[in-house]
């Protein structure tokens, strides 16, 4: 192994402190703390486990927490009115309505009732116009710390070739409007990409974010290359266990590239970091007031 480990959740353990030491700042401003409001509909065990570490990790940046759960049958009607109520409310800085949501739900329209200011994951088409256009606005939790991440082991982006391997609208489409933000060179790769490793040997920078285990081997990269894996995929490992492991063959890439990001303890803990991160920046734009710098 010759990469240097990216260290997430060092990173995310910094920018929660900056992100508390934030809060009384605004508190003094405003009579206040800001406030998160998140939402789950039915009982995914998966989706309880983020929610519940969404609300803890809130209480403990010294920020209000407002839990709404809502039975799994919920209709349409039902959660847009909740989700008025919270545009409505003072109190509330940030919404996350947590996905995916059940078959009678429709998805877009509830994203897109959603105060696009208080849209702390950035998935507003709004929000997704403004990175589009480079006003200021909301950006998706995982990307912005993907970008995080890749800054402080860089410094400067400008120039770089950015292979972006992946098109969700969650990760991928926002991840490479915020390299090109940077003046990387991107390319965004996917399923239909033809020569997919000749693609990511180009790359100083990779993001994998395809949710196909492993798939990304160190013969693709290019030497001293910089690759951000944002999969987590659970894998069978024998004797009815299982791990988890990246889109990223980690021995394999970790011989030839400059630094990786490690699964877990790489993007993983950045991605709720950054969501308090953003409900902090959403309270000081909402009150008319300047988030202090470092966050
Ligand atoms: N479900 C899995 N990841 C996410 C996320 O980042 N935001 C929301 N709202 N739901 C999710």
């Not at 972006?164 to 790769?189: D, F």
């Amino acid at each position: 192994m010759t990469a240097a480990t990216i260290d997430g959740k060092v990173f995310a353990e910094g920018l929660r402190e900056r992100v508390a030491a934030a809060v009384p700042d605004f508190q003094a401003a405003t009579g206040r703390a800001p406030g998160l409001a998140v939402v789950l509909v039915g009982e995914d065990p998966a989706s309880a486990v983020y929610v519940r570490s969404k609300g803890k990790a809130t209480l403990a940046a010294g920020m209000e927490s407002f839990e709404h759960r809502l039975d799994a049958t919920t209709g349409q009607d039902d959660l847009l009115a909740l989700i008025g109520r919270l545009n409505a409310d003072e109190a509330v800085d940030g919404i996350l309505v947590q996905l995916p949501l059940p078959p009678q739900i429709d998805e877009k329209a509830v994203l897109a009732a959603i105060d696009p200011d208080k849209d702390v994951d950035g998935f507003h088409v709004v929000n997704a116009g403004r990175l589009a256009v480079g006003e200021e606005g909301l950006v998706p939790c995982t990307p912005l710390g993907c970008l995080m991440l890749l800054k402080d082991r860089l410094g400067e982006l400008s120039g770089l070739e950015a292979v972006v391997i992946g098109r969700s609208n969650i990760v991928g489409k926002p991840m490479a409007q915020l390299l090109l933000r940077e003046s990387c060179t991107v390319t965004i790769a996917h399923s239909r990409t033809r020569d997919l490793p000749g693609v990511v040997r180009r790359a100083d920078i990779v993001v994998a974010a395809v949710g196909r285990p492993e798939m990304v081997t160190g013969d693709w990269l290019k030497p001293g290359a910089t690759v951000i894996d944002v999969g987590i995929n659970r894998i069978a490992a024998g004797e009815g266990k299982t791990r988890l492991v990246g889109d990223v063959d980690f021995a394999s890439a970790a011989a030839v590239a400059g630094a990786i990001t490690p699964v877990p303890g790489g993007v993983g803990p950045m991605t709720i970091a950054v969501l308090l991160r953003n409900t902090v920046v959403a309270a000081f734009a909402r009150a008319g007031l300047t988030a202090p710098a470092g966050l």
